[in-house]
């Protein structure tokens, strides 16, 4: 029997690959499906079934494609109603995979069909349990994004309990896999490693403590930030299907000449620099959205757009097909093209280029004195744990529509845990009129380790 675990850490996302005997199984791949048909031919196998353990809120999961690219089976746990032809599988039953059998195991509660998958070894242990958002390690899947007007998040909490109690029967020594790691939204306090047993679950994830059914609810649904708004698109994508990724790669990857790519900025489009944000700081197109691939790029546009906003892209050279790749991930799929020639087509026309100066922490308290606020973009529970006293806090998730709190002709200091959000937070700004704006290098990080001045912990 061979395990292996697909992450994708921009996503915080993980996929399984299941083989037992030549059969295999894959459990939530993502959309772009080429990474597990070369596994699958690296290794020979067929691929027999594609688990989903629930329909997923913050990616579009490539269940379809790999069906129609294998002929393999769809399985969804109970209550699971796909727009699509797939197997509706019942609580306890069991799928053969070679010489390993699959057990579904009903687990409501981050959404109502979610559904985890107990793995059993050739000599018939229990040997790993795929938890999708049930359980991850450190936390459990936060119960308010499958809401509808017949069905509070406290209802959901509820069922979340008893499905815990479920996986807290299994052995100490399970492998336990989730769907997600650290940097998810689908949870409030996930670790950073990727997996565990659920011996260690039972003894420091806290949501597995003893607690009362009462205590529990209120443990997971206390603190809950408001989802990214393209979570309930990608539930509706998985839930009622989606083109071809591969014809969405042709249709969004057009080359745009440059009164193309001006002329869709007038009709509306929003452009998207894919590029570093150091780079981007040092001259980009007046207007441009900063949203760097060298960090969570598909997931901080997917929480501070639309998904049907008009997009044209400026990329590096030959990031044009991860940029438009990775936003598919997420559904947004109206990517007019990208500029080709990519800035020096721009800077060649002899068009204006902005700036965004980035300075370091140790130059913060001279620019304090000349009448710089600094503006922390990190989320609260970052803030609350430590930040520079007398600081203003937007997080970055609100900062577009809390703009209106700032006043266009101040001086302001921008800063995140380590510069990536900060520089998104400064390119918004820009785009709404502020043009006093310095972003500091290595974000709270840096200011950690080169300041003097006081650190301050606690509420707002």
């Known amino acids: 029997m061979f395990v292996q675990q697909l992450y994708t850490g921009c996503l915080a996302e993980a996929a399984y690959y299941v083989e037992s005997h030549r059969e295999a199984v894959i459990i939530d791949p993502l959309r772009d499906i080429a990474p597990y048909l070369k596994l699958l031919e690296e290794r020979k196998t067929t691929l027999k079934y594609i688990f989903e353990t629930h329909f997923h809120a913050d990616f579009v999961s490539g269940h379809l494609d790999l069906a129609r690219a294998t002929g393999a089976t769809i399985v969804f746990g109970p209550k699971a109603r796909p727009a699509y032809t797939a197997y509706v599988a019942m609580h306890k039953e069991m799928f053969h995979v070679g010489e390993a059998r699959i057990k579904v195991l009903h687990t409501p509660g981050h959404t109502l069909e979610s ?68 940097g998810s939204q689908c949870g409030k306090n996930m670790r950073s490693e990727t997996f565990s047993t659920m011996g260690e679950q039972k003894r420091y994830n806290i949501a597995l403590h003893p607690w009362t059914r009462e205590e529990f609810i209120t443990l997971v649904t206390d603190g809950l930030e408001e989802p990214p708004a393209y979570f309930p698109e990608n539930v509706r994508i998985n839930q009622t299907g989606y083109e071809d990724i591969q014809k969405i790669l042709h249709k969004n990857l057009s080359p745009l000449s440059l009164s193309d790519f001006m002329l869709a900025v007038e009709k509306g489009a929003v452009i998207l620099d894919t590029r570093h944000p150091d780079t981007f700081g040092e001259g980009f197109i007046p207007g441009s959205l900063n949203v760097g691939l060298n960090g969570q790029y598909a997931v901080w546009v997917g929480t501070l757009l639309t998904i049907h906003q008009p997009l044209v ?34 800077q060649k026309a002899g ?110």
Not at 125 to 154: C, M, W, Y
Not at 320 to 343: C, D, H, P
């Open 351 to 460: 068009k204006t280029l902005e700036t965004i100066e980035t300075i370091h922490a140790v130059q913060i308290p001279s620019h304090l004195q000349q009448g710089y606020t600094l503006l922390d973009v990190r989320k609260k529970k970052e803030y609350e744990q430590g930040h520079v006293g007398g600081t203003l806090l937007i997080p970055l998730h609100q900062l577009a529509h809390k703009l209106s709190e700032l006043e266009q002709e101040k001086k302001y200091i921008v800063h995140c845990a380590g510069g990536y959000r900060s520089m998104i937070a400064a390119s918004i700004m820009k785009r709404h009129g502020f043009h006093h704006i310095k972003n500091i290098q290595g974000g709270f990080q840096s200011i950690k380790e080169t300041l003097t001045v006081p650190l301050t912990s606690g509420e707002c």
């Open 115 to 182: 559904s985890c998958y107990l793995l059993i070894d050739e000599e018939g242990r229990d040997h790993a349990i795929f938890t999708g958002d049930t359980l991850f390690n450190g936390d459990v899947g936060r119960p308010d994004l499958a809401v509808k007007s017949d069905l509070t998040q406290e209802e959901l909490a509820g069922y979340l309990y008893e499905s815990i109690q479920r996986l807290k029967a299994l052995d100490d020594n399970v492998l336990m896999y989730p769907a997600h790691g650290a």
């Open 313 to 346: 892209l400026l990329t590096e050279a030959g990031k044009e097909e991860e940029s438009v790749t990775r936003l598919a991930r997420v559904g947004f799929e109206n990517v007019l093209g990208y500029l080709k020639g990519g800035l020096n087509t721009w």
